[in-house]
C-alpha cells in the first residue's frame, strides 16, 4: 500500500479566517495535522498520495496527475543522513500555536518548518479559552515511539499526553489528574533504562517541585515533592527567524524530517489549492475562448441501488431555532425559569424576571419557590396588588406577532395564596397601545389552577404585548403564562410555527436529526440533554441552559420531534451523548472538555435511559414508556429505526469505554436498530482515525462524518468517498457547509455544495444520509452563520442554499445511473474539468429519471444529453435551473417545461445548477 501523506485542509483555510465558534467545532483546535495512516479500514486505497511524488493516482480519471510540491525524497544521495530536531511551542494565539518543529545540521543554523506549522494541538477544554499547549516535552521511547507532555493552563490539576510513531499522524490525547501541587507547569520527561520507566518532573504556581512515574503513560504514580534541578537535562532556548524559542534538540535520522517538510509543503500546497474562490474565475478561466462543449452519455445497465434516505436535515437548538423560532409558544420566559447561569452569569439581567416587567403603581412582582406546580420548575411569580390598576408584560421574542382574525390559545397556572378569589384581565396591546384582545380569567383558591381562554385578535401587528392585570387587590401566584396561536403546523396542540415548518417540510428531508450536535451532549455532564426531561406535561418538563447562550424551555421536546418527523414523512434519527459531554465544554468539577464521562457507576442507569428511548419510541401501550408516548396522544408507535450515540466527540479512552458500553446494548436489546458512531468533527484527524478504528472494531454500522470547508474543498475532493471501503461501515455526512470568508450564503457556496452532492449521489450505495447544517437562524439572534433559513417573527427567508437542499430532496432517487462526461477542453485542464458535475438518479416509485447538473465556471457549458436505454414516458420533461453571480444571495429556481428526446441537448449557464425531471414508463 502507499501511505496517504496529507493534512487538514479546513483547518489552514480557517486558520486564515477571523476566529469563530462551531456548533460542532471551532477555530483554535482545528489545525491539527493528520493523514489517513496506512492501513486505514474504511478506505479503498484506489485513489492515493504518494509522499515520494504527490502525484495522485486515480482509477476514475477525475483527479489526474495534479502537481505537487515535492522536497528531497528519502535516499537521495545528497541528504544528510541525520539531523537535530527542535521542538517546541510559542505563546503567540494565547499559548494555542501547537508543537513546532525546526531543523538543522550543525545547531547553529536552524530552518523552521513551515510559518508558524503545527504538527500537534491540544485538544483540552473550550475553544477560544482553552485548548492550549504550554512547554511540550517531545521525548522517544526505547521503541521508536514519540510521546510528547504538555501543561494545559494554570487551572486545573491536569496535564496531557499524546503519541506518535512519526510525528505527523498522533494518537489520542489523555489528561492524567495529578493530586500534588497548585496545578502542573514545566514539565521534563527523562527515561530511565534500569527501571524501564519514565519519570516525569514538574513545578506548581509556587514554585514547589514534584515528581510522578509511569511506563506506559496510562498509569502513574503519585506524585512526590522532590528538590532538583530539573531542566539541565535537555531543554534549551534556541534563536529562530521568528525570535526565541524554548524547548528540546532530538537527533534524529534525516527521513524524520524529510517527512515532516513533506508534510507541512503539501498542507501548504491544498491550502492554495482549497483557498480557490470564484473572485479570481475571470482570470483563471480567461483562456476559455472557445464554447465548452459537455457529451453526457448514460449507462442504465449498469444501474446500482443507493440510499432513499441520502437527502435529510438536521435540527439543532442553535440560533434561538427552537424558542422564539420553530416552537410556536409566543410568550418567552413562560415559566420564570431563566437563570443567570444561561449566560454563565455574563448578563445580571438574565434572571427569573427576564422578558417581564411590571407597569404601574401600587403593585409588586417578585419571584418565589415555595411551593412550585413541580419541582421541575421551581420558580413562579408572586403578584401582590394593594389597589388594581398594575399589569405584568410579557414582551415575546422580540414582540408578539398576531394576525387579524387569528385565534391564540392562552393558557396559564393560578394560585391565590391568600385563599381570596378574584378577577384576572388578559390583552394583547398593540404598540400603539391599541387593545388588539382581551378576555377576563376568575381566579379562585389557594392550590394551582390552570385557566384557559381564546383571544382573537381584531388587527395585524408585528410586535404586541402580553398584559395581565389583576382586577382586585391581594397575593396571586402565576406560572406558565402560554400563548399560542391556534393555526400550527398540521393544527397541533404545543406544534410547530407553520409558516416556519413548512418550509423545512418543503425540503422534502427523508430523515430529521434532533434535538442537536453539541446540544445533544452539553456543556458539561450536568447539562447533558436527556430525554426523558422533556416529555409529558408541559409544567413538569425540567428547562435547562442552551450550550449555546440561552435557555431551553424543553417544550419542543422528543414527542413533538417525534410527531413532526412523522408529520411530514421523515425517519426520526435522535442522536443522545455517548456518556460524555461536548468537547467544547468549560471548566467544571471533573475538568474541561470530555475529559470527564458519566461515571461508570452511573452508566448502567444511563444505558436504561436509552434503552427506555427506545420503548418510548417504540414500544405499545402495555410496555412502561410505551404508555407514556400513548398517554401523550399517539398510541400508535413512531417506528424509530436509527440512533445516533455520540456528536463529534473527542475520541478518548474515556469515550469509548462508555460508547462501547451503549453500542451493545442497543445491539443486544434492540438489533433492528441502526446505531450510527461519530468520527469527529473534521474529513481527517486523530479523531477522525480513531472514531473509524472504534467502528471498525465494534463493526458500527453508520458513522457520523462532519466537515465545513471551504467551496474549493468541495471541489478538489469529488472523488472523497470513492475511496471509502464498501465493506465497512456506512456514513452519515451529519454536518457539513461550503464557508467562505466572512460566511456568506451565495451562488458560490451553494454551487459547491450542489456539485459535491452529485459526488455524495454517486457515492450513495456507501453514504446513506447527509445533512446540511446548521438549518435555521433568528435575525439578531445569531451565534453560528452561514445557515440554511433564516428568519424573524413574520417573514422566513430561505437562501440560496437552501433551493440547492430542495432540488435534491424533490428530485431523490434510489437508483444511481453511471454515466461518462466528456469535455471539449483543448487544453486538458483539470481545473474546468472539475467544475462540471452531472449526477443522474432514477426514482423507482416516481417513474422518473433526474438528471443534475453544475457548472461552476463562469462560461457556459453546451451539453447533448444521450439517454438510450431509457424508455421517455413523456416528451416534456421539467427543467429547474437555479443561476446568478457567484456573490449573488437572491436567486431563486425557475422552472419551465423542457423537450426531451432519447437524445437532446440543453445549456449549463454560467454558475447554474440544472435539473432536469423525466418522466419514464
Request: with cysteine; glycine share 6%; net charge negative.
Amino acid at each position: 500500500m502507499i501511505k496517504h501523506w496529507s493534512f487538514l485542509l479546513i483547518i489552514v483555510y480557517l486558520a486564515a479566517q477571523p476566529a469563530v465558534a462551531t456548533p460542532h467545532a471551532t477555530d483554535a483546535n482545528v489545525s491539527r495535522p493528520v493523514s489517513h495512516a496506512e492501513g486505514t479500514t474504511h478506505t479503498s486505497h484506489t485513489d492515493v498520495f504518494s509522499p515520494a511524488s504527490y502525484a495522485k493516482v486515480t482509477t476514475n480519471g477525475t483527479h489526474a496527475n495534479l502537481m505537487r510540491p515535492v522536497s528531497h525524497p528519502e535516499g537521495t544521495t545528497h541528504a544528510p543522513d541525520s539531523a537535530y530536531l527542535f521542538s517546541y511551542t510559542t505563546a503567540k494565539n494565547n499559548d494555542r500555536s501547537g508543537l513546532q518543529f525546526a531543523w538543522s545540521q550543525d545547531k547553529q543554523q536552524w530552518h523552521v518548518i513551515g510559518n508558524r506549522f503545527a504538527f500537534l494541538y491540544s485538544d483540552y477544554g473550550r475553544w477560544g479559552s482553552d485548548k492550549r499547549m504550554n512547554s511540550p516535552w517531545l521525548i522517544q521511547a526505547p521503541d521508536g515511539i514519540w510521546h510528547c507532555i504538555w501543561s494545559l493552563n494554570e487551572r486545573d490539576h491536569l496535564f496531557a499526553h499524546a503519541a506518535s510513531e512519526d510525528l505527523v499522524n498522533w494518537k489520542r490525547q489523555s489528561y492524567p489528574d495529578i493530586t500534588a501541587g497548585a496545578n502542573f507547569l514545566h514539565p521534563a520527561v527523562t527515561y530511565d533504562a534500569g527501571q524501564q520507566s519514565y519519570n516525569i518532573t514538574y513545578t506548581d504556581a509556587n514554585g514547589k517541585q514534584f515528581r510522578i512515574t509511569t511506563t506506559d503513560f496510562k498509569t502513574y504514580t503519585p506524585a512526590t515533592a522532590i528538590t532538583t534541578s530539573r531542566y539541565s537535562e535537555g531543554s534549551v532556548t534556541i534563536t529562530l527567524p521568528e525570535g526565541t524559542a524554548t524547548g528540546q534538540v532530538h537527533r534524529v535520522p534525516w527521513a524524520v524530517v524529510d517527512r515532516l517538510i513533506k508534510t507541512q509543503e503539501l498542507a501548504q500546497y491544498n491550502w492554495q489549492q482549497q483557498a480557490e474562490s470564484s473572485t479570481k474565475d475571470n482570470e483563471r478561466f480567461a483562456m476559455l475562448q472557445k464554447p465548452l462543449q459537455a457529451s453526457i452519455t448514460l449507462h442504465p445497465e449498469k444501474a446500482k441501488p443507493i440510499s432513499n434516505l441520502l437527502l435529510g436535515i438536521f435540527f439543532e437548538d442553535i440560533n434561538y431555532a427552537a424558542d422564539g423560532g420553530l416552537y410556536a409558544e409566543l410568550v418567552q420566559n413562560r415559566d420564570f425559569e431563566y437563570a443567570l447561569s444561561d449566560k454563565e452569569g455574563r448578563d445580571p439581567n438574565w434572571n427569573s424576571t427576564h422578558s417581564w416587567t411590571l407597569h404601574g403603581d401600587n403593585s409588586t412582582f417578585t419571584i418565589d419557590a415555595a411551593t412550585p406546580i413541580h419541582p421541575n420548575n421551581p420558580h413562579y411569580a408572586i403578584l401582590d396588588t394593594k389597589t388594581p390598576g398594575a399589569t405584568l408584560v410579557n414582551g415575546g421574542y422580540d414582540g408578539i406577532p398576531v394576525k387579524k382574525g387569528s385565534k391564540y390559545d392562552l393558557s396559564l397556572f393560578t394560585r391565590q395564596p391568600d385563599g381570596k378569589s378574584g378577577k384576572l384581565l388578559v390583552r394583547l396591546v398593540s404598540p400603539q397601545n391599541n387593545i388588539l384582545a382581551q378576555t377576563t380569567i376568575t381566579i379562585s383558591g389557594n392550590s394551582w389552577k390552570k385557566a384557559q381562554a381564546v383571544l382573537t385578535a381584531t388587527a395585524d401587528a408585528d410586535s404586541t404585548t402580553l398584559e395581565l392585570q389583576p382586577l382586585t387587590a391581594g397575593r396571586l401566584a402565576l406560572d406558565m403564562i402560554s400563548l399560542f396561536p391556534q393555526e400550527t403546523f398540521k393544527g397541533r396542540k404545543n406544534g410547530l410555527r407553520a409558516d416556519l415548518a413548512q418550509v423545512i417540510a418543503d425540503i422534502h428531508p427523508r430523515f430529521v436529526r434532533f434535538p442537536g450536535g453539541c446540544v445533544s451532549h452539553g456543556d458539561g455532564l450536568n447539562n447533558i440533554y436527556r430525554w426523558k426531561n422533556t416529555i409529558g406535561p408541559l409544567e413538569a418538563r425540567k428547562p435547562q441552559r442552551n450550550l449555546w447562550g440561552y435557555h431551553q424551555s424543553a417544550g419542543l421536546g422528543y414527542f413533538e420531534y417525534f410527531r413532526f418527523c412523522e408529520d411530514i414523512g421523515a425517519e426520526p434519527v435522535p442522536v443522545v451523548a455517548a456518556g460524555v459531554p461536548c468537547q467544547n465544554s468549560g471548566p467544571s468539577a471533573k475538568g474541561s472538555g470530555q475529559q470527564g464521562g458519566i461515571p461508570m457507576s452511573e452508566m448502567d442507569e444511563y444505558v436504561q435511559d436509552i434503552l427506555d428511548l427506545i420503548e418510548y419510541a417504540n414500544g405499545d401501550i402495555h410496555t412502561t414508556w410505551g404508555k407514556k408516548r400513548a398517554e401523550a396522544g399517539h398510541p400508535e408507535p413512531f417506528h424509530l429505526k436509527y440512533i445516533g450515540i455520540g456528536n463529534e466527540d473527542l475520541i478518548t479512552d474515556i469515550f469509548e469505554e462508555r460508547f462501547t458500553l451503549l453500542f451493545n446494548a442497543v445491539k443486544k436489546q434492540h438489533p433492528e436498530i441502526t446505531v450510527i458512531g461519530t468520527a469527529g468533527p473534521f474529513f481527517e484527524g486523530t479523531d477522525y482515525d480513531e472514531g473509524w478504528d472504534i467502528a471498525n472494531k465494534l463493526k458500527v454500522p453508520m458513522i457520523d462524518e462532519h466537515y465545513y470547508v471551504s467551496p474549493g474543498w468541495f471541489i478538489h475532493n469529488q472523488d472523497f468517498y470513492d475511496k471509502y471501503d464498501r465493506s465497512k461501515s456506512k456514513v452519515y455526512l451529519g454536518e457539513y457547509a461550503a464557508h467562505l470568508p466572512g460566511r456568506p450564503s451565495n451562488i458560490e457556496t451553494a454551487l459547491a455544495e450542489a456539485l459535491y452532492l452529485t459526488a455524495l449521489e454517486r457515492n450513495g450505495d456507501v453514504v446513506s444520509m447527509a445533512s446540511y447544517a446548521p438549518l435555521l437562524a433568528k435575525e439578531a439572534h445569531t451565534q453560528w452563520t452561514p445557515d440554511l433559513i433564516y428568519f424573524n417573527n413574520t417573514t422566513v427567508k430561505p437562501t440560496v442554499n437552501y433551493f440547492v437542499q430542495q432540488l435534491y430532496g424533490a428530485n431523490s432517487g434510489d437508483k444511481y445511473l453511471p454515466g461518462t462526461i466528456t469535455i471539449s477542453n483543448d487544453m486538458n485542464r483539470e481545473d474546468v474539468r472539475e467544475r462540471i458535475a452531472v449526477s443522474t438518479v432514477e426514482d423507482t416509485r416516481g417513474k422518473a429519471v433526474i438528471i443534475k447538473m453544475v457548472n461552476l465556471l463562469p462560461k457556459a457549458v453546451q451539453s447533448s444529453i444521450d439517454l438510450s436505454g431509457i424508455s421517455i414516458a413523456d416528451a416534456d420533461a421539467v427543467k429547474t435551473v437555479l443561476q446568478g453571480s457567484p456573490d449573488s444571495k437572491d436567486a431563486r429556481p425557475v422552472v419551465s417545461s423542457y423537450p426531451v428526446t432519447d437524445k437532446f441537448n440543453a445549456e449549463l449557464p454560467p454558475y447554474s445548477f440544472t435539473v432536469i425531471r423525466i418522466k419514464t414508463k
